[in-house]
């Protein structure tokens, strides 16, 4: 039956019912089904997020701690042991780390089984979650940044602005963006991590207990940083200012 034909159709009083008739009608029932389409995804990420949430503050019943027992108070990093800052990441890297740790071609003896524990569609809504949170420093002070000396800030910043191309090493922020804001989904934001975390993470890179990255990158000039280019670029890093997503800068 064409359109056209489907669309002469009679009433209950016997009158033809025209196709402006029919068209309106259509037109409602397409309007209704456009709008409940976002609806429904909005109700589905809503319900992603209050699972993301109850996890990163109780974790879940299946081996996975909280989330913020290690990162801090809104998630926002814990200097002192090293934990990162995880709000505000994009969220297909933490997919991509989180999927990694579970597959173990990233090493961290406490973060392997956490990964492990948690199931794919977990992880989605983790990461889903922790990209919308605001990003901040940690609440309490990265007191190896402030204890580094004047010297090895000038040459962290030297280091991360021009590199040093007599050992090619390019600048830091080629790839991470000015001052370590992050760039895209493939290279995370550096400003504001603690020292600890950098310094552990070069670490992996040089041994090659953490995976090799975009065009391996990273296990390629970590391996050319001696102990002090590592401990100058950590301090630099963690001194400045963490960025939220929605300024992050475009590659340069």
């Not at 790839?175 to 895209?184: A, S, W």
Request: glycine share 10%; aromatic share 4%; net charge positive.
């Amino acid at each position: 039956m064409t359109f056209l034909a489907a669309s002469r159709r009679f009433n209950a009083g016997g009158d033809v019912v025209g196709r402006s008739t029919h068209h309106r009608r259509l037109w409602g029932l397409l309007a209704i089904v456009g709008l409940a389409v976002p609806v429904c995804v909005m109700g589905q990420t809503t319900a992603q997020d209050a699972r993301a949430a109850a996890i990163t503050e109780k974790g879940n019943d299946h081996g996975v701690p909280a989330c913020v027992s290690c990162h801090g108070p809104h998630l926002l990093g814990n200097p002192a042991l090293g934990y990162p800052r995880i709000a505000g990441q994009s969220a297909p890297y933490v997919t991509e780390q989180l999927e990694a740790l579970a597959s173990g071609t990233r090493k961290n003896p406490l973060m392997m089984p956490i990964a492990k524990a948690l199931t794919p569609a977990e992880r989605e809504a983790l990461a889903h979650y922790l990209s919308g949170l605001p990003v901040g420093r940690a609440p309490t002070p990265d007191t190896l940044a402030q204890r580094a000396d004047s010297a090895t800030r000038h040459a962290g910043e030297v280091l991360a602005m021009r590199g040093r191309w007599a050992d090619t090493l390019p600048a830091c922020d080629r790839c991470h963006g000015p001052g370590g804001i992050g760039v895209g989904t493939a290279f995370p934001p550096l400003a504001g991590q603690p020292v600890r975390y950098l310094t552990d993470q070069l670490h992996m890179w040089q041994q090659g207990t953490r995976g090799p990255g975009p065009l391996d990158l990273m296990s390629t000039i970590a391996k050319r940083m001696s102990e002090e280019d590592v401990a100058a670029v950590a301090a630099y890093y963690a001194l400045q200012p963490p960025t939220p997503p929605t300024a992050k800068a475009s590659r340069p």
